[in-house]
C-alpha cells in the first residue's frame, strides 16, 4: 500500500510559481513511475508531467513552464510550476504506477493517487 500526500497548492496571480510536493509512503516509489496529473471542472484528468528513473514527459500545454524531479531519498516527487496560467487552473493529483517502470500516461495505469490539491490562478 501507497500513501501519496500533496503540497503546495493555493491561490496565485497569472505568471506567478508554485512548487508542488508529494511525498510517499509505505514503499519507496524510486524505481516507478510517478506522474501529476489534473482535473478543471467539466474535463478529463489529463496527466501534465511524468517521471521514470531514466525519462520525463510534459503535455504540450506545460511544457517549458513545468518541471517534475524527484528525491528518492526523501521518496518524494515535486512539481515546479512556473509562469502560471488561468488555464492551470484545476485540482493537481499526484500518481503512482508501480508496474511501470517506463513513462505511462493513461490515468488507469496508475495504482495510487494522492487526496489533490488546489491551484487558482488569477488573471
Known amino acids: 500500500q501507497v500513501r501519496l500526500v500533496e503540497s503546495g497548492g493555493g491561490l496565485v496571480q497569472t505568471g506567478a510559481s508554485l512548487r508542488l510536493s508529494c511525498a510517499a509512503s509505505?514503499?519507496?516509489?524510486?524505481?516507478?513511475?510517478m506522474a501529476w496529473f489534473r482535473q478543471a471542472p467539466g474535463m478529463e484528468r489529463e496527466c501534465v508531467g511524468a517521471?521514470?528513473?531514466?525519462?520525463?514527459y510534459y503535455d504540450d500545454s506545460v511544457k517549458g513552464r513545468f518541471t517534475i524531479s524527484r528525491d528518492n531519498a526523501k521518496n518524494t516527487v515535486y512539481l515546479q510550476m512556473n509562469n502560471l496560467k488561468p488555464e492551470d487552473t484545476a485540482v493537481y493529483y499526484c500518481?503512482?504506477?508501480?508496474?511501470?517502470?517506463?513513462?505511462?500516461?493513461?490515468?488507469?495505469?496508475?495504482?495510487?493517487w494522492g487526496q489533490g490539491t488546489q491551484i487558482t490562478v488569477s488573471s
Open positions: 517521471i521514470s528513473r531514466d525519462n520525463t
Open positions: 509505505g514503499r519507496t516509489v524510486s524505481s516507478c513511475t
Open positions: 500518481a503512482a504506477a508501480l508496474g511501470f517502470p517506463d513513462i505511462v500516461t493513461m490515468s488507469v495505469l496508475y495504482d495510487y
